[in-house]
């Protein structure tokens, strides 16, 4: 099996790049999935694009018709109409083994810039159920993503990674938001979109003890829904510039493909507000806000993504030895999936050499039996048990051997000689 | 036979002793700069507890020698009246809340009132002890002003800080933790409010007690140049009053400069004053 991932993640870029870069609904990521099967249609494929990552997966039987670095920056480049150069370098390839690992400490949330987040487990199952609906993924992906989720389950039962602060909101809240206002009793806060991370950071806010809540969407249906979830009131679209002014704490998550508030619709909001201090955090990729709204008055607390990783850093820190732990069982896992894969290639060589070894049995027990025709069916079971204990017995060296070899990779040489001492065929 | 109980001089007790343990103290909380620990935290408090016990018997022991209280012994007991109150305020504010770093704020200009305070006249005033009441009354406004002054001061020089952290983004540097923007903005605010009616009361009772020194055997006229500086570090406070009552829509950082360059002109001014004169009221 040979599984590699291309990754453009917060380590490797910045926002400015990521956003160029990301795959922000579902429609656009099934045209990706349309694209990549015409362009390497031997691999399978699962795409994962947040607003810290974009990760393409791929996984094939045979090496050679794996895609390359280079082939899939050129996919990336052409698909979202992005000069080569102006991302190359950012990004990185794992393969084998580490790229199994890698996918692992993603959906542990080890990778995450917020250590111990639960959000990337549900986006890892989303884009693995999105591969799924877009006919991209197959019987290896399908292993890998499912042991992955398994994986991070583990790592959050058996450590305490997933303990303190663990969301970008409640870190962007404690690090900026508390500097910023005493409480959040009396503020007002404006979540524009309604996906997952507006539902998380809410549902954080709602725990410091927001006083209101808007939402403004541009799907009513949706907005309604979880303005309700949280006791929250809904606002159309076409109000936002009026809940801009009117908000303390502006949350926005959308999945706009360029920024929805420029400084200039910002400045016109403000300017029956004056310059009373606003915390926004843009949590979108691409940015929701343009980035000079920062500079437009002393009042304009402006954040997105990026701006938190010093604090997610320290945060990091802190947890050094639960970190240590989730790699160990990483590693462990990682060890453990390879090594059933590699087991599994060798499954039909086994197979057929346990068929034509019983088969021989069978033949010679019935020729023996047609010599003693007199046996008791007792004495005859008896014969038939010790040679199946013989059978057994000589299968148990060879397969010991392949499991132990399957440890390095799929033992190719080892079955191959297998199938030649005892003809076997192709 | 039983040995003699030891006894404690606390005619022994100088103003090294606290400074130097406010020095700890401040030693303490810039080692939270570099590693934060609760140790360090309770080290710098503690020494700052021992310096405000320290530097309480130094002020009762003087008071005594002098047969007057604190504020009225002379310049030295004032300003280190007015240190003590900091270091109280420091104390108190720290036992509510351990994470804010205030010591590094409040603690150099402890240092330095403290320091100073060896460089001014320790002679009691004359003339405040022939008008003992009202000049208690004066001098006790003056204090509690100064106090408003250098706590506006210190919100806002850290309410800068804070903004800037904000606005460049940058996450809390470890052991110094701030307050947030609001609530050193409301306290930055109440802090003048109060400072500048208790200066005014404070001015008044000076000019007051001017006039009533005209019939003692020393008086002491308005025209002397201490008080016309004072005069006019007390017009740049009211200024800064009326603009903070009459403008609320002022962003906070504006407010922010503006009193730290007000009240940073009164200290400087002030204390400056008293170390060229050996105290506002002088010796002539």
Redesign the interface.
Known sequence: MNVQVVTCNHHTADLTVREQLAFPSEEVLLRAYAALRARFPASEHVLVSTCNRIELYTAQEESVSAPTQLDVARFLSEFHNVPLDAFFNDLLERTGADAVRHLFEVAASVDSMVLGESQIVSQVKEAYDLARRGNANGPLTNALFQRALAVSARVRAETRLSEGRVSIASVAVG??G?????HFRDKCVLVIGAGEMAEETLRYLQGEGIGRIVVCNRSRERGEKLALAFQGEFRPWEQLDMQLADADVIVSTTGASEPIVSAERFRFARAKT??K?VFILDLGAPRDFASDV?SL???V?L?NID?LE??CE?NRKARAAEVERAERIIEDETARFLQELHHKATGPIIQRLRAHWHDISRDELEQLFRKLPDLAPEQRAAIERSIERIVNKLLHPPLETLRAESKEGTPHGLLDAIRRLFHLGE | MFPAPLAFEWDNVTVACFLSSYLVALGFEAAQLLKQHSASHWLALGMAVAGLTAQSIYLIVRSRAAGMPPLLSSTHDWLLVLAWLIVLLYVFVELLDRRVALGLFVMPIVLILVGLSRFVSADPNPNLVRLRGLGMFHASVLVLGMVGVLTSFLMSVMYLLQHRRLKTRRGETEGLRLLSLAKLSRINWWGIVLAVPLLTLGMATGVWLSYLSASTDSPVGLLRWQFVVSGIVWLTMGALFLWLLTGRAHSGRIVAWRTMCACGFLLVTLLLLQLASGGVHGTG
Do not use: Q, V, W
């Open positions: 690090d900026f508390r500097s910023i206002f005493e004056g310059e201090p920062a008055d002393d009042g607390f954040y701006d010093a604090t320290r």
